[in-house]
DNA sequence: GGATGTGAATCTATTCACAGCC
DNA sequence: GGCTGTGAATAGATTCACATCC
């Protein structure tokens, strides 16, 4: 789910699959949660069970980061934690920025959880200037004019808009300008950016949307669905609809005549 | 990125591509762009361009959904827009439940693209009685009691949960109970459900732990940021703490003795 | 005995490159 | 000539199964 340009595994790192990168912030908070109940040593299906995976991924995932166990026992808690936050660079202080402070932005910056692991909200930005000054999760909104120094001063490399749509490439292209090289981007669109900076997305609406997919194929199937497949009250409700193609219902655009033609 | 238990393909399901199911609702937006600005027919090139992916995978994910385009001309966007939106089921209205209306519960009931897409919001569910009646983005919430008959009522499939991390399991064993077979998590947890249920999650800290890791491989390599890599202010400045691994930083557990060891 | 670590096998996804059609 | 559609080739991720070590 990256997107951005490649991102070259960087000339001869030593390659950790992306997938297993993903993976690791996960096994870091079951680990992290273990660790805080004072649990000394877990074994590969124990973690495994925690981070909601399997067990040999895990341990596969574990041997690029090397030999961090123990044959008989299973892997020292601690030891791990310590081991995937270096890993994972959290062992260092990332100041980030956000840049729109709408709905979303706010919420954002309320959220725990970014700045739980490392991560230090440097600066809220916004391009309203009557936000300017006022705190949000204790911090004073700035003004989008200033981005370029706050930046600077704060040594920011990792940036997270929660603009608008429309608004989202000028800030991407800004703050990559001003040596920002990770964003993390929850505004709709595709960002475009030079090599070398990585982007992630996360969007609310394709998530649901795989799941519709999803969904539509479970209540489609009728009885057969798969097997241990619950013939839940809401699939069979779904079914019913199925029927009634009001080409893209609920959109805004135009779509009046749409071809209504059968698949291949 | 998507978790929970496996979900089989469905017994014998026209086996689109996981991969490519997560990249229809890019490719949806790029073309309802084109549909608002009136353009008739595109080429794999150009839609690929304006979805982030390269032409190649485009017309390979295209083929799985049968032959739409035209050769020597390119793609009809109108007929295009249809069919990917039959084939996400986005052509019916899937209501659905948000359970958990705090900070970020309330962004994203208040959040538009939401509701673009044949998602209606039947209604928001907290457990905070003072909340109850409350309006968030114009809909009243109702209290967590009424879940199950709010599920019922309402044939809801698809559940979105933004609770606590500590509430979000038993938040989902109830919304599957009552018939949701589709979840979107936003909980920093790992949910287990029964086989046939979907779930997908959003975690922001995972996005940004994904990032800092790529980040300080890019400081790390120093010069050799791989080729055309910028070797930014920020990735520079970033180089400098490199050494000060002062374990766990900024965490609230216990990080006391961390061994200190080098990798393998 | 018990659990890790890892080659080999398998499955999935991406990319290549070109035949086929407009 | 231009662009799609797709087999074949390649790359990547997951799973298997077992040798290895505590």
Redesign the pocket.
């Known amino acids: 789910m990256a997107t951005g340009r490649t991102h070259r595994p960087a000339t001869r790192s030593r390659g950790i ?4 990168v993903a993976r690791l912030p996960l096994y870091l908070r079951a680990l992290t949660a273990l660790s805080e109940r004072s649990v000394p040593t877990v ?3 124990e973690l495994a069970a925690a981070a909601g995976v ?4 895990l ?2 995932d ?2 690029y980061l090397g ?9 020292d808690v601690e030891y791990l934690v310590y081991q995937i936050s270096r890993e994972l660079g959290l062992t260092q202080d990332w100041p980030i920025v956000m840049v729109g402070i709408g709905n979303l932005g706010a919420a954002l910056a309320n959220y725990g959880g970014f700045a739980s692991r490392g991560f230090r909200v440097a600066a809220l930005i916004d391009a309203d200037p009557s936000m300017v000054g006022k705190p949000v999760a204790g911090i004073p909104v700035q003004y989008i004019d200033d981005l370029e120094r706050i930046i600077e001063e704060n040594g920011v490399s990792i940036g997270v808009i929660a603009t608008p749509a429309g608004a989202a490439q000028q800030v991407c292209d800004r703050l990559v300008a001003a040596g920002v090289s990770s964003i993390l981007n929850f505004a709709p669109t595709v960002l475009s950016v030079p090599d070398g900076v990585d982007v992630r997305k996360v969007d609310l609406s394709i998530e649901l949307q795989i799941l519709a997919f999803h969904e539509q194929r479970k209540a489609g199937e009728d009885g057969a669905v798969g097997e241990a497949g619950l013939p839940s009250a809401a699939a069979v409700r779904a079914a019913a609809p199925a029927t009634a193609p009001a080409a893209t219902a609920g959109r805004k655009g135009p779509d009046g005549d749409v071809p209504a033609v059968m698949p291949a």
């Not at 699959?17 to 297993?20: D, K, R, S, V």
């Not at 399997?54 to 991924?57: D, I």
């Open positions: 699959p992306e997938a297993t074994s590969s299906e399997n067990s040999a991924k341990r596969k574990f041997s030999s961090y166990g123990t044959r008989g026992v299973g892997y």
